[in-house]
């Protein structure tokens, strides 16, 4: 293809990849083959606790979460893949399926399988670069969708190479590594240069559909901070035919993704002698951290907020994705100390911390998606962050409150942060953070590790 191709043409020919065909197989609910080459395994003999309770909330996430989460190719994947949940979450996504990945890692003989999930998305970075201009390249699609929907045309949260991380961390599959990292490497250049438009070290979001809730679908979708969001056109790409695709701020969760996910690549690169690599990535990592302290930090609120790109003001509302920085290692130490006083005050210690928004913002309610709910996988990696900088009794709290909440009402998408009503969907992928919260030591009620380890 002539990558000198307009905005329309673009367009049309990346819309024949989502073409639907005739005789697609039927995809596969309840258990799979994965699930019964286990045969009558006790799941809840992987692990040891000091409860009964959370030995069978981690059998539960295992049989539900991730086993019956993974299905029998399906087009246009050619590899067994990763279903969230739900009937309508028909695809492969990139931040839901790395919270499988990592426990499903655990299990034995299992290496094959994770690099067949693993290797939908590369088989998607190159039918997507048969139809795309140079600036296009290399991108990853927010979800692998089955056919005959339509392609999504817009990225996720990059955190595949902190997904990968975990997996190596588990079951040190470096053939994995190999057939892994020098496509995450094109995939974060991508990101580099379609997301940070002005090379000034943080990220925005975008949609080459021009659909601005498209762009929204790229980070926590319904947050707050967005609501003022509008789509331009590239600032600095004068040479092309381009519609609005990109946002018009930085978003805090997904630059800070971003830095997690190249301090991972460099860890990586490190254990397989690319030494290149890794001296690559370095300075995408200090210019993005010293951005973030720069501009986004805010020291009445206590955390980083987006910030506006002609003006670089910030956002002022305090969301889940001010305190994904915690968990990228952002802050200094002092940052750090006022982002935990500011997270264990009365506002955001909810009876199921953490909500998504700050409660003293009008538009907060207890059960709105992304607008003053609680999440598994986000109050895990929050909880992760405190944590790593030794605020280890207020991250016992957030988790302990976490997986208090998902035995006495099951495992589920997301919940109510005041009363801990279940919502969205049962069993959903990311719901098996619960059992991750046990198993990092983040619990302090709750105690569960790997049997013989």
């Not at 199921?352 to 895990?380: A, E, H, I, K, Q």
């Not at 035995?407 to 109510?416: A, P, S, V």
């Not at 279940?422 to 098996?432: I, R, T």
Request: net charge neutral; with cysteine.
């Amino acid at each position: 293809m002539n990558k000198d191709n307009t905005r329309r043409r673009f367009i049309q020919a990346s819309g024949t990849m989502a073409l639907g065909i005739m005789g697609v197989p039927a995809i596969v609910s309840g258990r799979n083959d994965v699930f019964n080459s286990f045969g009558n395994l006790d799941i809840s003999s992987l692990f040891e606790s000091n409860r009964e309770d959370a030995l069978r909330i981690a059998e539960r996430v295992m049989e539900k979460c991730v086993l019956d989460r993974i299905l029998p190719p399906t087009p246009p994947m050619k590899h067994h893949w990763v279903q969230p949940g739900g009937p309508y979450y028909l695809g492969q996504w990139i931040w839901d399926t790395m919270f499988v990945v990592d426990l499903l890692a655990i299990l034995p003989d299992k290496k094959e399988l994770i690099r067949e999930i693993f290797q939908n998305y590369w088989d998607f970075q190159d039918r997507w670069n048969d139809t795309v201009p140079d600036f296009a390249q290399d991108m990853i699609t927010v979800a692998i969708k089955t056919f005959p929907q339509e392609l999504r045309m817009f990225s996720q949260i990059p955190i595949l190479a902190w997904g990968l991380e975990r997996v190596y961390s588990r079951n040190g599959d470096k053939e994995l590594l190999k057939q892994c990292l020098p496509r995450l490497e094109k995939w974060h250049d991508w990101y580099w240069r379609e997301r940070d438009v002005t090379n000034i070290g943080m990220v925005t979001i975008g949609s080459y559909s021009g659909d601005i809730q498209h762009a929204r679908w790229e980070t926590f979708d319904y947050e707050c901070n967005m609501d003022d969001l509008t789509l331009q056109k590239h600032p600095t790409r004068r040479n092309q035919l381009e519609g609005n695709w990109y946002g018009d701020m930085w978003v805090t969760g997904n630059t800070a993704y971003l830095i997690m996910g190249e301090k991972s690549l460099v860890r990586l690169a490190e254990e397989i002698g690319d030494m290149g690599m890794a001296s690559r990535r370095k300075p995408f990592i200090e210019k993005a951290v010293n951005a973030m302290r720069r501009y986004m930090w805010d020291e009445e609120a206590g955390t980083f907020l987006s910030v506006k790109m002609d003006t670089m003001e910030k956002i002022p509302v305090a969301t889940i994705s001010s305190w994904v920085p915690l968990a990228a290692g952002v802050p200094t130490a002092a940052m750090a100390k006022r982002m935990a006083e500011e997270l264990g005050s009365e506002a955001w210690q909810t009876p199921v911390p953490v909500p998504t928004v700050d409660p003293r913002d009008p538009r907060w309610l207890s059960n709105r998606f992304w607008r003053g709910d609680t999440w598994p996988p986000t109050n895990y990696q929050i909880a992760s962050g405190l944590a790593a900088y030794g605020y280890k009794e207020l991250a016992a709290k957030i988790a302990d409150a976490n997986v208090e909440n998902a035995i006495k009402n099951g495992l589920n998408e997301h919940y109510d942060s005041i009363s801990g009503k279940p919502l969205g969907v049962k069993d959903y992928c990311m719901a098996a953070t619960i059992a991750t919260m046990m198993l990092d030591g983040l619990t302090k009620k709750y105690t569960l590790k790997i049997a013989g380890k």
